[in-house]
């Protein structure tokens, strides 16, 4: 095979193992049937010849699947992350929403705005599947938990400051 060809299949391969790894932590279940599929679909492979049944490096197929859940992991993680990153760059939070919490028994309210309690909501179910995850998981997601309320701390602040220097410029 020629470097383009190779460099070709790599990408096709990148592009369907993307395509394959679940989204959701119910569907990583289901992804057994993938994986059995995939262990007869190399088999048949090396009865053909297309791949040397004595060489474990031609096994990647196999491989990629039974790591399903650190690729689960990292594509739940970049989901999270490109969901907060998306609402924070788009939202207003200048406009607060009343919010009546209770912190210690007693009962506060306080302003908040509509982005930021959707954040809270993206960082809250991050965690919770990270409750119900086995461990390799639950780190990645509470790092994206973790990392979601990092943007945060970058972003709003530099939106906030630009936007009062807008409205200071044009008054």
């Not at 993307?18 to 569907?27: F, G, K, Q, R, T």
């Not at 506060?108 to 599947?129: F, G, R």
């Not at 990645?140 to 970058?154: I, M, Q, T, V, W």
Request: proline share 3%; hydrophobic share 45%; charged share 25%.
């Amino acid at each position: 095979m020629n470097i383009s060809m190779m460099k070709n299949l790599k990408k096709l391969e990148n592009i369907v193992a993307d395509l394959a790894v679940p989204i959701e932590a119910s569907e990583v279940v289901e992804f057994e049937k993938v994986l059995n599929l995939t262990r007869d679909f190399e088999c048949a492979l090396k009865d053909m010849m297309f791949i040397c049944a004595s060489n474990n490096k031609d096994d990647k197929l196999s491989d990629f699947a039974l790591n399903v859940e650190v690729h689960f992991a990292s594509k739940k993680k970049n989901h999270i992350l490109a969901g907060a990153r998306r609402l924070l760059v788009r939202s207003d939070f200048t406009t607060p929403l009343e919010n009546t919490v209770e912190l210690l028994f007693q009962p506060v309210t306080c302003n908040v705005s509509w982005s930021a309690k959707q954040l809270i909501e993206i960082v809250h179910e991050a965690l919770q599947d990270a409750c119900s995850s086995p461990t390799r998981v639950a780190v990645e997601l509470y790092h994206a938990a973790r990392d979601a309320l990092l943007l945060y701390r970058a972003i709003v602040p530099v939106k906030v400051c630009m936007g009062s220097l807008v409205r200071a410029l044009i008054e």
